[in-house]
């Protein structure tokens, strides 16, 4: 019986939209253990989810996530090895500086294969391992490496669907009432001119105490006036 992986209930739940994403990525999850794995690279602008993505995934059971600035030749050697993962999940891939680390991936994610040397004796182990991985930036990154990954761009939201996920965040992780989450979103996008989410949660923790149109009016005037 090859292994297989279990998928907790509602994993991507914390995620809004990308549903084709979390098919793909859910498929390819379903299929581990017949020794044909596929590794993806998320790519794309901050806060477009890759982090969000990646964390998810964590609460697979077999599932490590490290980030790339933390990663060395031997602490990979030593994950692998050591906890046997059946899936690895690298954020900030194009922050790796051990350039060492990436060789070990090149071997891992085409053939499975990982050399460790133990007192001067070398030993090869093979596993079974997706490589899920994210970075806003991909042009330094080499191609060998690139080649092994499917790659999927996330491109920048468009206004409705900014709308729908501050509103969701806001609301529910910020505790702001639904029709100021509303007002924080278009302010945002149109007066700051930002996609980004945690301009929307920064707003909000800055009006927490008095959640009302004219609080953040003079917020947003101040911060446009020095950015
Ligand atoms: N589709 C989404 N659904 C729910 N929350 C989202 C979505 N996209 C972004 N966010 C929220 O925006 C914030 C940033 O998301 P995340 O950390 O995943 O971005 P990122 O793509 O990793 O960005 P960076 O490139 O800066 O690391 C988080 O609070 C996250 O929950
Ligand atoms: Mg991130």
Redesign the pocket.
């Known amino acids: 019986m090859p292994k297989k992986i279990r998928i907790p209930p509602n994993l991507f739940s ?5 549903d084709d994403v979390k098919s793909l990525l859910l498929k390819t999850i379903r299929s581990y253990g017949d020794g044909l794995p596929v590794h993806f690279l998320l790519v ?10 990646l964390l998810s995934l964590e609460r697979i059971k077999g599932a490590e996530y490290r980030l790339g600035s933390r990663l060395s030749r031997s602490g990979l050697v030593e994950l692998l090895i050591g906890k046997k993962p059946h899936l690895v999940l690298i ?2 891939i194009d922050k790796v500086s051990d350039r060492e680390c990436l060789a070990v991936l090149l071997s891992l994610m085409e053939t499975g294969r990982i050399v460790e040397t133990l007192h001067g004796k070398m030993r090869t182990e093979k596993l079974e391992v997706i490589v899920v991985a ?1 970075a ?1 930036d991909i042009s330094e990154l080499p191609r060998e490496l690139l080649s092994r990954f499917i790659i999927l761009r ?1 491109k920048p939201y468009k206004w409705g669907e900014f709308l729908k ?1 501050a509103r ?2 806001l609301v529910k992780r910020e505790g702001v009432k639904p029709r100021i989450a509303k007002y924080i979103a278009s302010v945002v996008w149109n007066k700051l001119g930002s996609k980004d ?2 301009d929307c ?1 920064k707003l909000a923790r800055l009006i927490r105490d008095g959640q009302n149109k004219r609080e953040i009016d003079l917020v947003v005037r101040t911060l446009a006036k020095y950015s």
């Open positions: 914390d995620i809004v939209g990308y794309g602008e901050p806060a477009t989810a890759k982090s969000l993505f954020d900030e994210a806003n996330f996920i969701n965040i989410f945690r949660i």
